[in-house]
């Protein structure tokens, strides 16, 4: 049986969804043999939790690591008796299946929750083309299945970092600023910037209705919407008809109950305006300079649904502002509010339109670094509830020298 099994080592090459491939190949010792000798000789008994006990070919339970030690402190003479002893074998840890090495790891994990305890460590036998190959458990089995999945939510955050990682927007007209934090490795959370034609931009702002991979796998869905009007070269230029397009591809890609929540800018440089379609976001805020040292501004409040729920969006109130020097246009998820600090105290809309009024002062070069901080700050060592987004677009902004204040 060691023979066969040192072959096997080097010669079997099982897929990472198998049993094999995480197989622990530890020789088994047999009850009729020197056992302590048996166990000095394997150079990997040191390092297992459990040694296989097998008897004329066949695996009879397992022996617990304290049962090792107990047989490496025990006189020869003693040992093999006790080994072939009634209490020994009753003692043995038993075999809770035993399994083709080319089983899937999730075919096993899904039986072994249906008929094992949760202090039951249930080992399993695996063999290969029925000869013995090693020994695994559940336990082994559920981990290495997390850290599957956990390569592939950061494979998925990889693509969607890639979604929202567009290249900047080159206009000497207005300057774009953006934000992202997500809460876990993938989230729901998303900006994009479509150029419909030489003087109109759509600017929105999305928080899709569910987090992580659910969140996740709708916003690349709205994403690929918005990639195949770019690769179709969309130049409609009515806010309406675009805002009613994009409500009707969320309802047409994902189930009934999934929505998104979005604000959207319709910038017209041939009108010098700006249409808001607040689809169930946080409200818009525009900032106006007043004066030298004074900043004013206007709260928008949603005045649509959120995508995907209605079958027709109609913006009620309509929401227009004109274009002017230094207006500056703030667009952000609720999860800026939402943020909470050890206590459980929110953020809450007061802080967050006084924090929104300070960014006023910051280039880009410092505006990330600000809002990092500020979040950081607050939770502490909380985590994140939920994503945080938020973008900004800025006509003639110039800098006041009270940047470097703010940052220290």
Known sequence: MAEETGVKKKNLH??????GCITNRIEPISIASDVRGAINFDSGTDNADVMPVERHGVILGFLRRESINELKNTKPTLMNRGLNSK???TSLLPVQEVIEASTYISTVVERGLRTTHWDDPAWYVVEHKHKYLGVVNLRQMMEYL?????RDILRAGEIQGNLLNQPPV???RFTLLTYNKMANEVGGDWY?????NKDMYLVGCFDVAGKNISGSLVTMSLGSCFAALELVRYSETEPQKITTLLNSLVRTVNPPDVFVAAAILYVNFSTMSIVIHNCGLSPVVAFIPTGEKSIGYKIYQPNMPPLGLAEEIIPEPFQKLPISNGLRIVVYSDGLGDIKDIY???YGEERTLDFL???????GEGYSTFIDR????WTKDTALADDVTLFEIRFGHEWPSSEQSLLR
């Open 357 to 363: 009024q300070n960014l006023h002062f910051l280039s």
């Open 14 to 19: 099982f897929s990472p969804t198998q049993v």
């Open 192 to 196: 994009k910037t479509l150029r419909l």
């Open 146 to 150: 997390d850290g599957v999945r956990f």
């Open 344 to 346: 459980g105290e929110q």
């Open 170 to 172: 080159h206009d000497p």
């Open 374 to 377: 500020e979040i950081n700050l």
């Open 87 to 89: 209490n020994m074998l």
